[in-house]
Each structure stands twice: as structure tokens, then as C-alpha cells.
């Protein structure tokens, strides 16, 4: 079966940092490119992060530039995003999701994890 | 910066058709994904590349982009649609992917 998993999510003071993990089963992780997006409390889906299979192509969202770190471990089958100076408009579900070709780079999300809250607040 | 626009909510009668655009300059141009997402579940690709479905998506869900508007159609409405539709694109220029601020579909 075909799976993400997403874990590392929590209440944060803001300021601090948190790492998020994703650990994919399923299929053969370093094969296809993958993401992040969060979604606010009661709001709209927004993209995060994009890495491509190999990590040399990466691309954030002007929100989380300078911020955000998104890496990956192919030997580890994970996906992780590093997370500094939370912000309060950081609070979020974020999840984890996987390209829906393999070795191209579509942009449509085909998997998606069941999300890891993170709340930023003092 | 690109952002679609999308209506903030559709209603329809069950066993009609609903259609759900999303707009923005030259958008037919560009790729555009649809996802559904019901309360509380993550959301479900449904329609990627305009127009095609990806495998268990019924042939009820159907998508057209054209000039500044990109439609998801969906026919023939059953209860079980009634979700948060959103459509999204990957802006070249940025190198971003954008969402758009998603409509709510409610089934009378």
C-alpha cells in the first residue's frame, strides 16, 4: 500500500523551530519528486516546498524562503522539512505528497499523508 | 503574483451538473489540477492535466481549460460530492505551485 506518514508536528513558541518528517512506503521513493502543503485552521491549501528526486532542484514559496529547509533521505525512504523562526501564520497541518509520475515532474499531487499539525503560539 | 480565482461556493441539485471555474490571465497556457476534499480527510487528486482522471475517479468528474477560465464539471451530483474543490497551477515564472482559494461544493 501506498503511504506517507508525516510526524514531528507540535505546539511551538514563536521564534523556535521544529523539524516535520515523512516517512513513504509503497513505492520507490527516490523516483518521484515530493512536497509540502499546509493548511491553516479553516482555510485554503497553500504549497510549501518542492524537492526533486535527486535534491538538486528545490523551490520554496515566498512565504517560507530563508525560513523553511526541505530535504530528503532516499536510504531512509523520508521526506523532512526544517523549520525556523516560526511565525504565528506558520500555524498549519502540513502535509506530506508525492508527484504522480514517476521519474517526471507534474505538479499534480497524487498521495498525500494524513497531515502533522504544527501550532505557533507563546 | 498568480493566484486563481475560484468561486467561494457552488450549490446544485442532486442529479445535476455543477461546474466550478478557476481563473486567472492565460490560464489555458498552463496545466491545472483539481483536488476534492472532504472534512477532515486530506485532499484527493481528481482531475490533473485539464482534463484527465486519474484511476477511481468516476467518469462523472471531467475538466476543460481554455483562454482565462479552467472548469471542473462534475455530472449527474450525488451527496457524497458536497467537499471543498480547489484547483491549482505551476507558475513557470516563479517556479511556484498556487493554489486557488478553493469553492465549496453543497448539494441541495
Known amino acids: 500500500e501506498v503511504q506517507l506518514v508525516e510526524s514531528g508536528g507540535g505546539l511551538v513558541q514563536p521564534g523556535r523551530s521544529l523539524r516535520l518528517s515523512c516517512a513513504a512506503s509503497?513505492?520507490?521513493?527516490?523516483?518521484?519528486?515530493m512536497y509540502w502543503v499546509r493548511q491553516p485552521p479553516g482555510k485554503g491549501l497553500e504549497w510549501v516546498s518542492g524537492?526533486?528526486?535527486?535534491?538538486?532542484?528545490?523551490a520554496y514559496a515566498d512565504s517560507v524562503t530563508g525560513r523553511f529547509t526541505i530535504s530528503r533521505d532516499n536510504a531512509k525512504n523520508s521526506l523532512y522539512l526544517q523549520m525556523n523562526s516560526l511565525r504565528a501564520e506558520d500555524t498549519a497541518l502540513y502535509y506530506c505528497t508525492r508527484d504522480l509520475r514517476v521519474g517526471a515532474t507534474t505538479y499534480a499531487f497524487a498521495i498525500w499523508g494524513q497531515g502533522t499539525m504544527v501550532t505557533v503560539s507563546s | 503574483s498568480y493566484v486563481p480565482t475560484q468561486p467561494p461556493s457552488v450549490s446544485v441539485a442532486p442529479g445535476k451538473t455543477a461546474r466550478i471555474t478557476c481563473g486567472e490571465d492565460k490560464i489555458g497556457t498552463k496545466s491545472v489540477h483539481w483536488y476534492q476534499q472532504k472534512p477532515g480527510q486530506a485532499p484527493v487528486l481528481v482531475i490533473y492535466?485539464?482534463?484527465d482522471r486519474p484511476s477511481g475517479i468516476p467518469e462523472r468528474f471531467s475538466g476543460s481549460n481554455s483562454g482565462n477560465t479552467a472548469t471542473l464539471t462534475i455530472g449527474r451530483v450525488e451527496a457524497g460530492d458536497e467537499a471543498d474543490y480547489y484547483c491549482q497551477v505551476w507558475d513557470s515564472s516563479s517556479d511556484h505551485v498556487v493554489f486557488g482559494g478553493g469553492t465549496k461544493l453543497t448539494v441541495l
Open positions: 492535466y485539464d482534463s
Open positions: 509503497g513505492f520507490t521513493f527516490d523516483n518521484y519528486v
Open positions: 524537492i526533486s528526486w535527486n535534491s538538486g532542484h528545490i
